[in-house]
Each structure stands twice: as structure tokens, then as C-alpha cells.
């Protein structure tokens, strides 16, 4: 019997490897496109969102550099799959909670989730009105899956001292960092096409 291909990026020994290899693509499509989990694109999930290209949440998460234990937010977190990969990356005692706009696939990401016996990581609706979720001292890690025009100042806001966070903005890969001292430093990382940000 021929063993399935290893998905883009699983290659390596480092942690988003193994993360990689330890959360099947396929739990977190729609069964239409579950035989094609294996490919190096994204995938449609409907609303007129997709499930990232698996090398290019290998790229994000290796920019991100998530420790164990680390407190992350997941903006755009659709079908739930890159949430499970956080929940991987930070284990038992970390903290991941990935939001979503469309209600319909809120349910249905936190539903696929729950498979992943992760209770340290949630799914859940976006708040009306507000962008990310704003937390007591701030996240560690925010990973970004859809694309602004401009770098939002309320999820800065919303980064730890200390902190990083992965966005494409017009399609240019940033990494914004927060210093202990709270000054933000942004670099580019390539380029990547993303679904635009909605925000409600």
C-alpha cells in the first residue's frame, strides 16, 4: 500500500514540521475536498473562503516563531485548521483562540477543532464591531490568514511587549514586532495572495 504524501512543509524536524505532520489537512475541508488536501494550494471552504495554501502557513508559522506555552490569536481562522497547528505549536500550557467572521464556519472550524481533543484551543464567532479580540496585557502571537489594505492599529494594539505578529497587508508578507518597551517594528517577507479582511 502506498503511504500518503507528507503535505508541504513537513519535511524537517523542526516544531512546524512536526506540526504539520501531526494535523491532517483533511479534517478541516469540506468531504468535496478532502481528496485533494494534499495539494500545495488553497482550498475553497465556501463563503468565498479558502483553507490557506499549506506552504504558505509553513512560511507564517516559521516567521512567527510560536513557543510552548504562548498566548496566540488567530484572525481569520476558517475551517479551524491553522488553530490546531497553534495548539500543536503551544502545547497543554498555552492559550490559542482563533476568530471568524462568518458564523457558519465559526461553527464548523470550532466543530473541527473539538476532534483535536485541544481544550487550550477555541474557535468562536467574531465580535460584532471589534477586530481580533482584545485581551488583559495583550497576545504573544496573532497570525493573520486574510488580507487589509492597511496594517490595522487595533490588532497592534492588541500584541504583547515582546510579541509578533504575521499579516499580509495588500498581499505583502509583514512580520510586525513589539519591543518590551512597546515600540513596533514592521518588515516585508515576500509576497502571498490571501482573501481580503472583512470586518464587520
Same mark, same amino acid.
Request: hydrophobic share 40%; net charge negative; proline share 13%.
Given at each position: 500500500m502506498r503511504s500518503a504524501p507528507?503535505?508541504?512543509g513537513a519535511r524537517g524536524d523542526d516544531a512546524v514540521a512536526t506540526a504539520m505532520r501531526a494535523v491532517d489537512r483533511r479534517g478541516f475541508l469540506p468531504r468535496a475536498q478532502r481528496h485533494v488536501a494534499g495539494a500545495d494550494r488553497p482550498l475553497p471552504i465556501g463563503h468565498e473562503q479558502t483553507c490557506s495554501q499549506p506552504s504558505t502557513v509553513v512560511a507564517m508559522l516559521r516567521l512567527l516563531q510560536v513557543h510552548r506555552g504562548a498566548t496566540v490569536l488567530d484572525v481569520g481562522s476558517g475551517s479551524g485548521w491553522t488553530t490546531a497547528l497553534l495548539a500543536h505549536l503551544v502545547g497543554p500550557t498555552g492559550e490559542v483562540l482563533g476568530v471568524e467572521l462568518v458564523p457558519?464556519? #465559526?461553527?464548523?472550524?470550532? #466543530?473541527?477543532?473539538a476532534r483535536q481533543a485541544t481544550p487550550w484551543a477555541q474557535v468562536v464567532p467574531a465580535t460584532s464591531g471589534t477586530l481580533g479580540s482584545p485581551r488583559d496585557g495583550g497576545w504573544q502571537r496573532i497570525l493573520v490568514s486574510?488580507? /487589509?489594505d492597511e496594517l490595522p492599529g487595533e490588532l497592534v494594539e492588541q500584541?504583547? /511587549?515582546?510579541?509578533?505578529?504575521v499579516i499580509p497587508v495588500r498581499h505583502a508578507m509583514l512580520l510586525v514586532e513589539r519591543s518590551d518597551d512597546?515600540?513596533?517594528?514592521?518588515?516585508?517577507?515576500?509576497?502571498?495572495?490571501?482573501? /481580503?479582511?472583512v470586518q464587520d
Open positions: 507528507e503535505p508541504p457558519e464556519i #465559526a461553527a464548523w472550524g470550532a #466543530a473541527n477543532l486574510a488580507s /487589509p500584541l504583547a /511587549p515582546g510579541g509578533r505578529m512597546g515600540a513596533v517594528r514592521t518588515t516585508e517577507h515576500g509576497t502571498y495572495s490571501f482573501v /481580503p479582511l
